[in-house]
């Protein structure tokens, strides 16, 4: 039997793709030896090859492509080394698990088989495969060529390992800082982090993988939508994701995406969980690297400070306590439920310029400055009317249909704009929280000294010297204020100007709270528990609508009492309106005060005006004689008098003695409530579009009602000390910058205000949100931490909103309109008619009330008052 031929062995040569496989297999399969100092410390899965089985053959890569296929095994748990060095970890909980205690998947040795023979293709073609791809060539086309190209699996799986050697050279171009190239993912500074750019980093991607680029663009899109500019911009974020996380899980210093969705998920203060979870698919850091970051925006909280000194713009700061409560698992003895008081504080930037005014202070001698100048005058009074008309016709127009026909000829807005840069909205830095409280003043000096070393610490850096004239308004609540002011007072006679606080003036009391403290005083006077079956009154009112927390802690429910009195408030203008135009209903027309027929829109306009004020005079601005007002008296001794007549006669004149009609306490009430009401109408309106004149001369009427009420009135102090300011101690400049600082404009509306202190306690909200967050360990150090990084990660979040065209939802249900109680108020008030005078009626809880809050006031007095006030403030050491 012949022997067989022996078989002629081929010689060996490289393959197509061994020049790119030992490349690509030390990529997928790094080993100790082939990975950089920084690849051997990340979290990486790597299974031991300990097996390898020749004798298999890659069926599906032709006859000539035999592989060598690893074997996998389960590898041994590591031993999981916690890094030592984590500062601030605010949970008590262990590392993560580490990747090789995984478990075993029996699908990863299929996915790596088709990985490998890569590493297998050999040099030569087969004759069909030669023939089948020079008939293709000879065609010239580029079409036919690359098709039959890729039906050839050697060629085909050659040029896929070409693609992969030059991907694998440009993944490690990212990590080499060198040749004046570092690249966008590299970039991780909080100016970066603050600027990034979905646009730049896809760039990037496109530049250095131009082919997975356009392969990942073609499985997202179809082939008709890859030329359409909008569909692959709305991709941008997207591709900038899958850019970023394929980058990272080959080099992760390549953690710009990742760091900036931290910030985002901390910014909505995600629980630590979904930190680590979303960390293992890439898309962020862990929680533990994610509190780093934290702490690395945290040491730029003033950054934005510095530009803005630089940049000449003006700002203010206000701030306010922060109180919390920690409890305890198991109380004790020794171990209870604890109160923590800490202190937080905003920047306000002013968008208002007062360059064109006035800069020389004082603006009035506050020795000569006459009394009169800190009272509502006759035209104060006035334009306060104006204000009331058109409040008044907002309600009418919403309730009355007869007075529709108005709505086109009355102005919609109190207030006009002072300058188109009132429409701005204001932005609003945070400042880290101090363990300080304001109640002890040792505690409140340290607050100050912050302030102060902060400020001239940020004009040092912006290359730019606190001079004598340099001044930064600072505020708070009403205890706040006197608190600034008492501890500025301890260091006014220090030399040194930093030390006595001299840039940090003046120092003025917020709206917010003054709004909060005049409900208080309203409930005082209109609210009484005991009047529930007495209709009209605010407990029967209250009961009729099934309100609750009304007239109880005001402070902690002033939006239900606010809008509630509102609501009350608006039924009684539809009822003054309903009884002194003589109508049965709201649908009815007018049988008293009839208009003649209208022939322009002024006519209207001056007879809506003429009418409405009318009626205010009648009911409450009725003339009355001040007590201590009339130089000329005529004292009644019962039924005679003497008049001393101009030739020195005396003359002896006998009267009866007139009999008093008794009062109507219904109608007294009803008048006394449009009087406050409508002034606390005024003040909330004028948050929303600030005005300083007229500011000021509402201010001047709320003084003498707090003043009225009670003598010892706080709020009536602090706004006389606001107007020694205003009208004396300040230049006109400095004035209106004070003024408008007390607001903040949150919706770039004209109309869009609030308190500045009302925007201070949404920041306190948040801060005790990150509080809670922190859980076990709040301690000072990482609360300060956390609250300086807060300004940062807004900016952050705000430009990846903007960069990713985010959706902003209301985080709470629309107002429900109280349109329909607001019925019911008036089917209510109608039965009662309390502006139909009827002599003897009377509330039993309200039996001695007057028809004015100032009819009690005592002139002579207050302009007593005020000659003290204002020298005392104006020579107040803690000004």
């Known amino acids: 039997m012949a022997s067989s031929p022996a078989v002629e062995k081929r010689p060996q040569k490289r393959s ?9 297999h030390t990529c997928l399969f790094p080993t100790e030896q082939g990975e950089s100092g920084r690849e051997k410390n990340a979290h990486v899965l790597r299974d031991e090859i300990i097996e390898t089985d020749t004798s298999t053959t890659a069926h599906d890569h032709g006859s000539y492509c035999s592989s060598k296929i690893p074997r996998f095994k389960k590898a041994k748990p590591a031993v999981f080394q916690e890094a030592s060095n984590i500062i601030h970890i605010e949970h008590s909980y262990t590392g993560s698990v580490p990747v090789s205690n995984l478990s075993y998947h029996p699908k990863i040795e299929d996915l790596c088989k088709g990985i490998c023979p890569f590493n297998c293709c050999l040099d030569i073609v087969s004759e069909e495969d030669f023939d089948l791809l020079l008939s293709a060539c ?12 890729m039906k050839i699996d050697n060629l085909k799986n050659a040029f896929i390992g070409i693609l992969m050697k030059n991907a694998d050279q440009s993944v490690r171009s990212l990590s080499n800082r060198k040749h004046l190239f570092v690249s966008k993912l590299m970039q991780k500074s909080t100016d970066d982090l603050k600027n990034s750019q979905w646009c730049e980093i896809v760039t990037e991607f496109q530049k ?35 850019y970023g996380i394929i980058a990272q899980a080959r080099n992760v210093e390549l953690s710009h995406v990742q760091r900036v969705m931290s910030m985002v998920l901390v910014d909505n203060i995600c629980d630590q969980k979904v930190f680590d979870r979303l960390q293992r698919v890439g898309i962020c850091l862990s929680y533990a690297n994610s509190l780093r970051l934290v702490d690395q925006i945290g040491g730029h909280f003033n950054d934005e400070l510095i530009d803005l000194i630089r940049e000449g713009r003006r700002f203010r700061i206000v701030g306010d306590n922060i109180n919390w409560k920690v409890g305890v698992h198991d109380q004790r003895l020794e171990k209870k439920d604890k109160f923590h008081h800490a202190f937080g504080s905003a920047i306000l930037v002013q968008n208002i310029k007062f360059d064109h005014l006035s800069n020389i202070f004082p603006q009035r001698d506050f020795r000569t400055t006459p009394v009169h100048c800190f009272l509502p005058s006759e035209a104060d009074m006035l334009e306060t009317k104006k204000d009331y008309v058109i409040l008044i016709s907002r309600v009418a127009f919403k309730f009355l249909p007869y007075f529709e026909q108005f709505k086109t000829v009355l102005q919609k807005d109190i207030s006009k704009p002072c300058s188109f840069q009132l429409k701005e909205k204001t932005h609003v830095i945070p400042m880290p929280v101090l363990f300080r409280n304001e109640q002890y003043y040792q505690d409140v000096v340290h607050i100050l000294e912050f302030y102060t070393n902060s400020i001239v610490e940020a004009y040092h850096q912006a290359g730019r010297e606190v001079s004598e004239e340099t001044t930064i308004h600072i505020g ?9 002011s008492g501890a500025k007072a301890m260091r006014a006679h220090d030399e040194n100007p930093q030390d006595r606080f001299q840039i940090l003036t003046p120092i003025s009391f917020e709206f917010f709270h003054m709004h909060m403290n005049y409900l208080k005083m309203v409930y005082k006077i209109l609210f009484n528990s005991t009047s529930v079956q007495e209709l009209g009154t605010l407990r029967s009112l209250q009961n009729r609508l099934s309100r609750t927390k009304i007239g109880e802690n005001l402070n902690d429910n002033y939006d239900n009492n606010k809008d509630f009195f509102i609501s009350v408030v608006d039924a009684y203008i539809i009822e003054c309106l309903m009884e002194y135009f003589g109508m049965d209903n709201q649908l009815s027309v007018l049988t008293k005060h009839v208009p003649v027929e209208f022939t322009c829109d002024e006519e209207k306009q001056s007879w809506f005006y003429s009418s409405v004020m009318e009626m205010l005079n009648k009911y409450i601005f009725p ?10 008296q005529v004292i009644v001794d019962g039924t005679v008098i003497q008049i001393k007549l101009p030739d020195g006669k005396e003359l002896t004149i006998k009267i009866p003695k007139k009999q008093q009609p008794k009062p109507d306490g219904i109608y007294n009430y009803g008048c006394q409530l449009l009087e406050v009401g409508l002034l606390f109408k005024d003040l909330l309106d004028l948050t929303h579009m600030p005005e300083r004149k007229r500011g000021l001369r509402l ?13 010892l009135s706080k709020y009536a102090y602090e706004i006389m000390r606001f107007l020694v300011y205003q009208e ?15 607001f903040v404009n949150i919706s770039r509306k004209y109309d869009g205000h609030i308190p500045a202190d009302r925007r201070m306690e949404y920041m306190v909200k948040e801060v005790k949100s990150h509080i809670k967050h922190m859980c ?25 909103d903007q960069q990713s065209s985010v959706l902003i939802r209301a985080k709470k249900h629309s107002d429900r309109a109280s349109t329909g109680d607001e019925l019911t108020l008036i089917q209510d008030l109608r039965k009662v008619r309390p502006f139909h005078s009827q002599p003897g009626r009377f509330h039993d809880s309200f039996q001695n009330i007057s028809s004015s809050i100032l009819n009690n006031l005592d002139i002579e007095y207050i302009q007593n008052w005020i000659k003290q006030k204002k020298i005392h403030f104006a020579l107040d050491s803690g000004n």
Do not use: W
């Not at 065609?139 to 098709?147: A, D, L, P, Y």
């Not at 003339?623 to 000329?632: A, D, H, I, L, V």
């Open 208 to 242: 250095k993988f131009p082919e997975i680029f356009s392969l990942v663009i073609s499985i997202m899109l179809r082939p008709e939508d890859l030329r359409c500019f909008t569909k692959v911009q709305s991709l941008l974020p997207k591709v900038a994701m899958i």
């Open 623 to 632: 003339k009355r004689q001040y007590p201590n007002e009339s130089e000329e």
């Open 476 to 484: 708070g609540d009403q205890l706040t204020r006197e608190r600034f």
């Open 728 to 742: 004396c101690l300040l230049s006109e400049k400095a004035a209106n910058e004070m003024f408008y600082g007390l």
């Open 16 to 24: 197509l793709g061994d020049s790119f496989t030992k490349s690509a």
């Open 699 to 711: 201010l001047k009427i709320a003084m003498l009602y707090f003043k009225s009420h009670n003598n």
């Open 138 to 149: 000879n065609t010239k086309s580029i079409q036919e060529i690359s098709t039959t190209f």
């Open 776 to 800: 076990s360990n709040k301690t000072e150090k990482n609360i300060s931490n956390r609250t300086r990084a807060i300004p940062g990660i807004k900016t952050i979040c705000s430009n990846f």
